[in-house]
């Protein structure tokens, strides 16, 4: 099956700094999607991209399907953005619509 | 809020006990998805629904079974439990009448088995 990797596994702000999440997929997908887990386990939509660039916000995501990556940007980072980032991805398969999750970044903000 | 509603949050229980865990998805989606998160495994595929009918089935054990009914609400049936079966279960839900499969979570049941 498709593999997700994420880097950095765990990455540690001081608030106002910024930071580059990155998300490496081992074959063509057809969706893509980033997530933040907040610190009471809800898991946030943050965004929809199977390609191009998005923004929303201090947050900005960029896919590059052709080179099976994309990035979650973090600018101007807050306590609150404390929490762990899940990119997951789609490969149809016939009726299958599953999402493959990456193991995540583990964001901590420090005041 | 997504939209998705899950019941119970929290379930603790015994091994050897069976329960059920209740999903409504999100006003007009008509599919719904099961996914696991543990320790030691991360977010893990159970199983997707599309109108009430079994469409893919991941890493979903055999004491697991889930259905979807006609109000498109959905059920996961965990049985003959384990204590590795404590995690966070997630509930999703998609529109594909969309175009798109972008997927909505419910709030999850953390179920804690002793």
């Known amino acids: 099956g498709i593999q997700v990797?994420?880097?950095?596994?765990?990455?540690?702000?001081?608030?106002?700094?910024?930071?580059?999440?990155?998300?490496?997929f081992s074959d063509s997908v057809n969706n893509l999607q980033w997530f933040h887990q907040n610190p009471w386990g809800q898991l946030i939509n943050l965004f929809y991209i199977p390609s191009g660039t998005k923004q929303?916000?201090?947050?900005?995501?960029?896919?590059?399907a052709t080179e099976r990556y994309s990035l979650l940007y973090i600018s101007s980072s807050q306590t609150t953005d404390s929490g762990v980032y899940f990119c997951a991805v789609i490969l149809f398969s016939g009726s299958a619509r599953q999402l493959t999750f990456g193991s995540g970044t583990q964001l901590t903000v420090l005041p | 809020?997504?939209?998705?509603?899950?019941?119970?949050?929290?379930?603790?229980?015994?091994?050897?006990?069976?329960?059920?865990?209740?999903?409504?998805p999100r006003s007009g989606d008509l599919s719904v998805y099961w996914y696991q998160q543990s320790l030691d495994q991360g977010l893990q595929f159970l199983i997707q629904y599309y109108n009430g009918e079994e469409r893919a089935k991941g890493n979903i054990l055999e004491r697991f079974s889930a259905q979807q009914f006609p109000d498109l609400h959905s059920e996961l049936n965990l049985s003959s439990?384990?204590?590795?079966?404590?995690?966070?279960?997630?509930?999703?839900s998609s529109d594909r009448q969309r175009g798109d499969y972008?997927?909505?979570?419910?709030?999850?049941?953390?179920?804690?088995?002793?």
């Open chain 2, 102 to 114: 972008e997927q909505f979570f419910g709030p999850g049941t953390r179920l804690t088995v002793l």
């Open chain 1, 56 to 64: 929303n916000g201090r947050l900005s995501a960029t896919t590059v």
């Open chain 2, 81 to 92: 439990l384990e204590l590795g079966d404590s995690a966070l279960y997630f509930c999703a």
């Open chain 1, 5 to 24: 990797e994420q880097s950095p596994p765990d990455l540690i702000l001081q608030e106002g700094a910024n930071s580059t999440l990155r998300c490496n």
């Open chain 2, 1 to 24: 809020d997504s939209g998705v509603t899950q019941t119970p949050k929290h379930l603790i229980t015994a091994t050897g006990q069976r329960v059920t865990l209740r999903c409504s």
